[in-house]
T-cell receptor, first 117, second 112 residues
């Protein structure tokens, strides 16, 4: 079974600093996808970034980048130049194939990031 | 730009009551699913659907029913609410060939 591990329950970072949120995964499937979602205090789940297992380059989306190290089975999220609005819960998730092309997301326990002014 | 709409946003039930959480999407997505989020945990899959008339169980299906009569709607029914079903429920949709799933705003359910 697939598993996602996020070992940092909480992180505190000064505004404008870069921050790395850790994520390790376990799967026996050769084809998989990794996601990061942000959950602010309002509760919604916001998609940030995606990395496919066969992607040669690390994914980037604006200030977000995914440090994908396949051999180590890690998919860390890097946020550059953090902002107060980045304070939220962050979830790493892995895509698991279901019937007829549907997909299930397997989530880690999350990391609560707090940006200090 | 409605996306995925869940109603209600908040609900309090008494043990043994039944209710339906509504989910609608306007993106013509094939796949829809329901997750629950408990304190200190990530989301766990309850049920999912790959199209109208086709549903299947996720990892925590007990106590819940679903049906999908249209592409747009995917309601989640609690048959006899229990305190263990106190949680935040998320509906999500996705399309074939796309990567990300789009989530609704969530429904915070308390069973007393």
């Amino acid at each position: 079974a697939q598993k996602i591990t996020q070992t940092q329950p909480g992180m505190f970072v000064q505004e404008k600093e870069a921050v790395t949120l850790d994520c390790t995964y376990d799967t026996s499937d050769p084809s998989y996808g990794l996601f990061w979602y942000k959950q602010p205090s309002s509760g919604e789940m916001i998609f940030l970034i995606y990395q496919g297992s066969y992607d040669q380059q690390n994914a980037t989306e604006g200030r977000y980048s995914l440090n994908f190290q396949k051999a180590r089975k890690s998919a860390n999220l890097v946020i550059s130049a953090s902002q107060l609005g980045d304070s939220a819960m962050y979830f790493c998730a892995m895509r698991e194939a279901l019937i007829q092309g549907a997909q299930k997301l397997v989530f880690g326990q999350g990391t609560r990031l707090t940006i200090n002014p | 730009n409605a996306g995925v709409t869940q109603t209600p946003k908040f609900q309090v039930l008494k043990t043994g009551q039944s209710m339906t959480l509504q989910c609608a999407q306007d993106m013509n997505h094939e796949y829809m699913s329901w997750y629950r989020q408990d304190p200190g945990m990530g989301l766990r899959l309850i049920h999912y659907s790959v199209g109208a008339g086709i549903t299947d169980q996720g990892e925590v299906p007990n106590g819940y029913n679903v049906s999908r009569s249209t592409t747009e709607d995917f309601p989640l029914r609690l048959l006899s609410a229990a305190p263990s079903q106190t949680s935040v429920y998320f509906c999500a949709s996705a399309n074939r060939g796309r990567t990300e799933a789009f989530f609704g705003q969530g429904t915070r359910l308390t069973v007393v």
